[in-house]
């Protein structure tokens, strides 16, 4: 067994992304009862509702989970750049018999300065806790780390893997620029140079003294034997487990993941104000028109992107939906969590000893 999987007491290199909107109790505790590591994402949540969520996951398993965090900077509010975004969407609203909100409001707290989060987790002790768009402060991990608790975070560069390193985390998401969802970029205002996760996988495993998790594209077990082969210590997969039916994606949204529109993806900031790779959609089509700057802070533009899904969906229209899915998409199966964690597992077996026999 890797050190990494020691270290977190897991049998299989396999790691269920933290979806947040999609994960559930459910599905995390059915990836880490079949050996893998089982995620939910409580970014969006208040400390509350993370520990009722924690609370749900252990009644289903016995086993370690993750809990990821989101540690964005705070939003700085711009009124007239949000009363702007709203006109823009207001004719979109108006098709589908509503109005924008009035106002635009920071739907949620960054961990980087959320106390009662982090009052939470050092109490529940979940035995993974994850951190996406950067680092908390060095007193936040200290703390974690002294609850017992082993850390992970993302990097998409070398820099932001040398960070995570220096903080003294003990594991890195190295984040290919194909993974859906939102890029976990320290900082959105800087060039990012777009690292797929091949490449970034095998940089970060020469360059650092620190396990390596593979994340972005890898939807079968020949993904993650992929990854294993050049030092990953495991895969983080999102999108393949999107379509388990103990995911809480909606009807249309499945119905997009199984269908043609997953041969495409794009990089969108106009839903939620920070890119995250989404399947192209209406709302996708929309980002498109639009310049970046007119777009509020993340995540104050996430409050009317999310009121805009429910009105369009409330007449039978999903494309305006957050559809966050990776580029390998189009291998998506619908099938439940634990028979897809038994069949990655199947596929890497077989993918690694094929490799093994070729070896002369």
Request: with cysteine; aromatic share 6%.
């Amino acid at each position: 067994m890797n050190a990494l999987l020691e270290k977190i007491g897991i049998e299989l290199p396999i790691v269920q992304a933290p979806m947040a909107g999609v994960s559930t109790p459910a599905l995390a505790a059915a990836v880490s009862n079949e050996g893998g590591l089982g995620s939910i994402g409580v970014g969006a949540a208040t400390a509350e509702t993370a520990r009722e969520m924690i609370r749900e996951v252990r009644s289903a398993t016995g086993r370690p989970f993750n809990v990821n965090v989101f540690c964005h900077r705070p939003a700085v509010p711009n009124g007239d750049r949000e009363a702007g975004w709203l006109d823009r969407l207001a004719p979109v609203f108006a098709r589908y018999g509503a109005e924008p909100p009035r106002r635009l409001r920071e739907i949620y707290r960054s961990f980087v300065e959320d106390d009662a989060m982090l009052a939470v987790l050092v109490d529940e002790r979940p035995k993974v806790v994850s951190f996406h768009f950067g680092l908390p402060s060095q007193a936040r991990i200290d703390a974690l780390h002294a609850a017992g608790i082993v850390l992970l975070a993302t990097a998409t560069n070398l820099e932001e893997g040398r960070a995570v390193a220096a903080a003294g985390v003990d594991a890195v998401v190295a984040q290919g620029y194909e993974a859906g969802g939102h890029r976990g970029v320290f900082d959105p205002d800087l060039p990012d140079d777009r690292m797929g996760a091949l490449a970034l996988t095998r940089l970060l495993v020469t360059s650092l003294d620190l396990p390596v998790i593979a994340a972005g594209g890898i939807m079968d077990g020949a993904g993650i034997a992929a990854c294993l082969t050049l030092g990953a210590s495991a895969a983080q997969l999102g999108t393949a487990f999107i379509a388990c039916p103990e995911s809480s994606a909606d009807a249309g949204f499945r119905a997009a993941l199984l269908g043609a529109g997953a041969r495409h993806t794009v990089m969108t900031s106009a839903i939620s104000g920070r890119p995250a790779r989404c399947l192209a959609n209406r709302f996708t089509a929309l980002g498109d028109t639009v310049e970046i700057g007119m777009i509020p802070d993340y995540p104050i533009a996430y409050d009317a992107g999310k009121a805009l899904h429910a009105a369009a969906r409330a007449a039978g229209e999903f494309g305006y939906g957050a559809q966050w899915a990776g580029q390998g998409a189009p291998l998506t199966r619908s099938v439940s969590a634990a028979t897809l964690v038994a069949e990655l597992r199947f596929e890497m077996d077989q993918a690694l000893r094929r490799r093994v026999e070729k070896v002369p």
